[in-house]
Every structure is written in structure tokens, then in C-alpha cells.
């Protein structure tokens, strides 16, 4: 029987460096940026915070179904997700910066607006400040508090191989994917369809959890092409990243059909508080990118990922991802900076320093949790059956 290395996995000092380097640029820029462009960062740093969470929570939704599923093919990887979703607490740390921004970025924040706005009146029992900071804090502890359960019960299998964990996560996995789902379109809902109070949209929270979950697909992807060029690609093998392509495929489909519906909806019924959403976005500069949005989250993903051969060849399946990432920032900058923009969308260092900086903060926490346990659940009951047999390998 062959023997499969479990640890051992450091990151190198050059990759250490860069990493530095990157959330080093962004936090300068965020801090230049407060006294500089506060209009301007805060709205940024909500991206860059929204992204975070997504990764984080997406994994540990990836987590959740393999388990409720059984999904023994899985296995082997399993703990990538889980390294990711151990950046929820930088992310809650992060929501509460975000609530020194709150009088920037959200309009119902202010009573003096409030006042004047009707339709903001009627809405005040849900958005108001002591409220909307309760409920933020409700979502971290809830996703925290699961998701750790679940990781945790993981690596204390690894010990002394106990059934009982694995039965304990598919009860906690179901749980998590139930109460996730609709916390986390509750947290779209606030962080995001509020900057626009009086616009709605009743698909607005399954769009963004399909692009929640594509993107942390497409990160998984990225993590398991590093993993095999680091010298594990008899652990995590071809088969593993045609199946995490096959995913991605399904859910950059599924992304595009939760973005048509909602475009439809909104335009079939034709209500002025719902269509100026629109309106705004598909003239102009904002026209433009919502194109390129469509292109990159769907289209272009689509096309490459279709062939077999292609979602197991590592260069490719790493450089669809790279899109899909740049794909649901895009996303992301789209329903958020038109409020701060305006009719003409820009792009420089407030808009750049602060994804740069999350992204390497994200990288760093990830890339250092692999070093710290085995890298493969060494007791799960389903491993065997997730790994390549000897005959089966190159």
C-alpha cells in the first residue's frame, strides 16, 4: 500500500516576500485613503471585504455539501476549503472596521435624509444603525461558530479516527448550508442593496451566493494547481481539478441564469424604483463593463471549460479561474461604485490597493494553515476512495 505524505508543505521566502509586500500596499493605500478619498476607499474596502467573505464562506459551503452529499471524490482536497474558510474571523474583523465607514456609504445612515425620504421611514424598523451592526455581528458568529465546528471535527478525526466526526459534520454541514444560504442573503441585502435603498430586487441574494460560490470554486482550483506544481500531484490529482472544473462550469451557468432572471424580472415589470437600477448600469462606461462582466463570470469560463481535456490541464483550468476571480470583482464593483461614481466608472490605486491587499491577506492566512496539518484527512473513512490508486497515477 502506498504511503502518501501528509505535511510538510512551507511556503516559500520569496512567496512570503510578495505577500508582505502586497497587504503591506494595501493597507497604506487604505489608510492614505481615509484621510485622502474616504468617498472613495470605504466603498473599495467593501468590495474587498465582501470578496473575502465570499472565499471564506464559499469554501465552507463546498465543505457542507461534500458531506451532506457523501462526495467521497473530495476528499483528498478537503483541506484547501478548509484552510480557506479559516479567514471568516480576518473577514469579521474586517466588518467591524466597515462599520466606521457606515456614514459614507450608506444614505439611510443619516437622519437628516431619513427625515426627508418616505419610502427610507418605512424602512427604518430594519435599516438603522444599532440594528444593521447587530446583525453583521449575528452572521460572523454564526458562520464562525459553524464552520469551525466542522474543521475542527476534521482535524481531530486525524487523531484518533473516529466515525462519530464524520456523522457529527453531515448533521452540522446540513445545518450550516440552511442556515448560511439565507443568513447570507440576509448580508447581501445589507451590505450591499442597501447602498441603493430604495431599489429591490427578490433574486438580488441568489445571485450573489452563485458568485459567492464561484468564486471560491475558481480559488480552490488555483490552490490545487499550486499544490500539484509544489509536488503533491499524486495526491491532488487530475481527476480532482476535472471535477472542481466540472463545478465551475455548472455554476458560471447557473450565474448567468440568476443574472438574466433578475435583468428580466426587473424589466418585465417595468417599476421605476427597480428599473433605474438598470438603466443606469447599461449606458455609458457602466454598459461597457456590465458586457465584460457577462464575459468573464460566463461566457469566456463557459467555453473553455466545456472540453474534457481543458479542466485537466493545469495551466488552463489555473488561467480560467484567474478570470473568474477578476470576473466576480468586476460583479462586485458593478453593484456597488455606480452610487460613488456616478455615470463614469474609474479604475486607479483607491480601487486596486485594497482587493491587492485582501487577496494577499488571504493567501498568506490560507498557504500558512496548510503548513499546519496534514494535507490530506488522513482518517476520513471516504480518503481510499478520493485517492488515485497506484495503477491509475500519471
Not at 462599520?99 to 437622519?111: A, K, R, V
Amino acid at each position: 500500500m502506498r504511503i502518501y505524505p501528509t505535511s510538510g508543505f512551507e511556503i516559500s521566502p520569496t512567496v512570503k516576500r510578495l505577500l508582505v509586500g502586497f497587504m503591506t500596499f494595501g493597507f497604506v493605500i487604505f489608510l492614505i485613503g481615509l484621510f485622502r478619498a474616504p468617498e472613495r476607499i470605504w466603498p473599495n474596502f467593501l468590495i474587498a471585504e465582501y470578496y473575502l467573505i465570499g472565499l471564506g464562506l464559499g469554501a465552507t459551503f463546498f465543505i457542507a455539501i461534500q458531506y451532506t452529499t457523501n462526495g467521497a471524490w473530495a476528499t483528498a482536497i478537503r483541506r484547501i476549503p478548509e484552510a480557506m474558510s479559516s479567514t471568516l474571523p480576518i473577514a469579521g474583523m474586517g466588518v467591524l472596521v466597515l462599520i466606521f465607514g457606515i456614514h459614507t456609504l450608506y444614505e439611510w445612515s443619516h437622519e437628516t435624509v431619513v427625515a426627508q425620504d418616505s419610502i427610507l421611514r418605512e424602512k427604518r424598523v430594519w435599516l438603522n444603525e444599532p440594528f444593521f451592526i447587530a446583525r453583521l455581528i449575528v452572521y460572523f458568529v454564526i458562520w464562525i461558530g459553524l464552520s469551525r465546528m466542522i474543521v475542527n471535527a476534521s482535524y481531530r478525526q486525524d487523531e484518533n479516527a473516529d466515525l462519530a466526526y464524520t456523522h457529527k459534520n453531515v448533521r452540522n454541514s446540513a445545518i450550516f448550508i440552511l442556515v448560511g444560504a439565507y443568513t447570507f442573503c440576509l448580508a447581501s441585502f445589507d451590505l450591499l442593496m442597501s447602498l441603493q435603498p430604495h431599489w429591490y430586487s427578490t433574486v438580488f441574494g441568489f445571485l450573489n451566493i452563485t458568485g459567492m460560490f464561484l468564486s471560491s470554486l475558481a480559488m480552490i482550483a488555483i490552490l490545487v494547481v499550486v499544490l500539484r506544481k509544489a509536488g503533491y500531484s499524486h495526491i491532488f490529482t487530475a481527476d480532482h481539478l476535472q471535477t472542481v472544473g466540472n463545478m465551475m462550469l455548472t455554476f458560471c451557468t447557473f450565474w448567468v441564469y440568476m443574472w438574466v432572471s433578475q435583468h428580466m424580472l426587473i424589466w418585465y415589470s417595468n417599476i421605476p424604483e427597480e428599473t433605474s437600477y438598470y438603466i443606469f448600469r447599461h449606458f455609458g462606461g457602466w454598459g461597457t463593463l456590465s458586457l465584460l462582466n457577462v464575459v468573464l463570470n460566463w461566457l469566456l469560463p463557459f467555453f473553455v471549460l466545456m472540453p474534457r481535456a481543458t479542466k485537466r490541464h493545469d495551466k488552463t483550468m489555473f488561467q480560467v479561474a484567474v478570470v473568474i476571480l477578476i470576473g466576480h470583482w468586476l460583479d462586485l464593483y458593478i453593484m456597488v461604485m455606480p452610487t460613488v461614481y456616478g455615470a463614469h466608472p474609474t479604475l486607479n490605486i483607491w480601487e486596486i490597493g485594497p482587493i491587492l491587499g485582501v487577496l494577499a491577506l488571504f493567501f498568506w492566512v490560507v498557504l500558512r494553515r496548510l503548513g499546519k496539518h496534514n494535507l490530506t484527512p488522513v482518517n476520513d473513512p471516504y480518503l481510499v476512495e478520493s485517492l488515485p490508486s497506484p495503477a491509475s497515477e500519471g
